[in-house]
């Protein structure tokens, strides 16, 4: 059964960095795309980065562009996000996502199009 195992989430001050971390396994796992949503208290879903494997090819939310950075290694399915200039904005859940095939006409920032989501992991960013 596909598990994705998520960490490097904790608490920093603001203009801090962290780099968060997931590997997605299971019987015989392969990845089209990986990727990170995030959720603050009271808001909505958000997407902030993915990568597709193919042509290692990235995409970043506006919001975030600039400041974060995703990187990963198809061959570990592994995905990392790299924080620096950390908000008290960018307070969240982050979970990672993985898109098992490249099938069909998807977007990267819609949570739908993801097969499998972590348990997430906690960042914290005080002002």
């Known amino acids: 059964q596909v598990r994705l195992v998520e960490s490097g989430g904790g608490l920093v001050e603001a203009g801090g960095s962290l780099r968060l971390s997931c590997a997605a396994s299971?019987?015989?796992?392969?990845?089209?795309?990986m990727g990170w949503f995030r959720q603050a208290p009271g808001k909505e879903r958000e997407f902030v980065a993915a990568?597709?494997?193919?042509?290692?090819?990235?995409s970043l939310a506006d919001s975030v562009k600039g400041r974060f950075t995703i990187s990963g290694d198809n061959a570990k399915n592994t995905v990392y996000l790299q924080m620096n200039s950390l908000k008290p904005e960018d307070t969240a859940v982050y979970s990672c996502?993985?898109?098992?095939?490249?099938?069909?006409?998807?977007?990267?920032?819609?949570?739908?199009?993801?097969?499998?989501w972590g348990q997430g992991t906690q960042v914290t960013v005080s002002s």
């Open positions: 996502v993985v898109r098992r095939y490249n099938r069909g006409s998807w977007s990267p920032s819609r949570p739908q199009s993801y097969d499998y």
């Open positions: 299971g019987r015989t796992f392969s990845s089209y795309a």
């Open positions: 990568i597709i494997w193919m042509g290692d090819h990235t």
